[in-house]
């Protein structure tokens, strides 16, 4: 009776040894944690609803807040970051040529139309000859900031500039307007030292400006200036990946732009 109880507590060990390794990776990965770059206002605050949608699938996302365009690349670029979710296709295609960062697009996320501000008129009519228009000084917003005073008639473009204009592009100025270019982040703080300034929504709603009511011309939201996830190319097919899209994608974070943002930002899935 002993010698048979022997044969099956061993058994029952081996059963043990060879079911462990498999449970093993399942644990490993259930409670799995990345970290996600954004820039502060907007982007923070919906990351802080796909983080709560994320969880319940498993996935842990620790949100690292940045205060300017140039760094959550890099950091991501170095290993610092699994993700980030700050910037359009267009300026991450620049960083992907200037800088030879092997980073890619993963999904779609919001669209930020950006909108001239002032606190000294009220109508783009107003404008005097020599008035200061702050851009930001990035390539790809610096264009874009261009475009949008090209499409309110305020100046004229060489063909061909694009996204890549900048102030060297501009072939026609009848008003003499002068272009100061400054970091995007810093221009809501420049208002009182320009006449007119173009920011991007989601430094403006950092700002407590709001868009809608406060812009006084404000960019096409159907322009190609759509936001996106970007990761390593190398991490492309790690399951956390279309978990975190997934968790972007959801009812809940659809529900939360519109009802949050009235229309300053626009979901784009």
Known sequence: MQRRFMIRLAAALGAASLIAPLLAPMTAHADETIKVGVTGGPHEQVMEVVKSVAAKNGLNIKIVEFSDYVQPNAALAGGDLDANSYQHAPYLDAQVKDRGYKLIKIADTVTFPMGIYSKKIKSLSELKPGARIAVPNDPTNGGRALLLLQSQGLIKLRAGAGLKAT?????????????????????????????????????????????????????????????????????????????????????????????KFGGAVISSW
């Open 167 to 259: 102030p060297l592009d501009i072939v026609e100025n009848p008003r003499k307007l002068k272009i100061v270019e400054l970091d995007a982040a810093q221009i809501p703080r420049s208002l009182d030292d320009v006449d007119v300034a173009a920011i991007n929504t989601n430094f403006a709603m950092e700002a407590g400006l709001k868009p809608k009511q406060d812009a006084i011309a404000i960019e096409d939201p159907k322009g190609p200036y759509v936001n996106i996830l970007a990761i390593r190319e190398a991490d492309r097919n790690k399951p956390w990946v279309a978990k975190l899209v997934a968790a972007y994608h959801s009812p809940e974070v659809k529900q939360f732009i519109e009802t």
